[in-house]
Nanobody, 130 residues
Framework: QMQLVESGGGLAQAGGSLRLSCAAS????????MGWFRQALGKEREFVAG????????NYADSVKGRFTISRDNAENTVYLQMNSLKPEDTAVYYC???????????????????????WGQGIQVTVSS
């Protein structure tokens, strides 16, 4: 069992930045692909970003490309989401999640499908004011 705990959320102004962290424990972190998802009030949860085991492959939702960066530190068992140029529409509860794909090919892309992820954090609120 893997436990995931997000931190770093809060209130930011439009155009500002926040950095989310997600600390993992309970399972070998480096074998998992990691992802960030978000859910705005009244909307379905959506994919934000994903990263491969080594960090060599990432993917992003179109809505955050060029503004958000996902990264990981396997020595610290932590995945990050750097969020720049924040917009009010980025307001949501953000979740980190862990996926253990069947493939160990280094070129295997991170999944954007929620059902592929096995473990989830409790979520953290990010609010962007205009």
């Amino acid at each position: 069992q893997m436990q995931l705990v997000e931190s770093g959320g809060g209130l930011a102004q439009a155009g500002g930045s926040l950095r989310l962290s997600c600390a993992a424990s309970g399972s070998p972190f480096s074998i998992y692909y990691m992802g960030w998802f978000r859910q705005a009030l009244g909307k379905e949860r959506e994919f934000v970003a994903g990263i491969s085991r080594s960090g060599g492959r990432t993917n992003y939702a179109d809505s955050v490309k060029g503004r958000f960066t996902i990264s990981r530190d396997n020595a610290e068992n932590t995945v990050y989401l750097q969020m720049n140029s924040l917009k009010p529409e980025d307001t949501a509860v953000y979740y980190c999640a862990a996926d253990l794909p069947d493939s160990f090919a280094p070129t295997w892309p991170p999944s954007f499908i929620q059902d592929d992820y096995d473990y989830w954090g409790q979520g953290i609120q990010v609010t962007v004011s205009s």
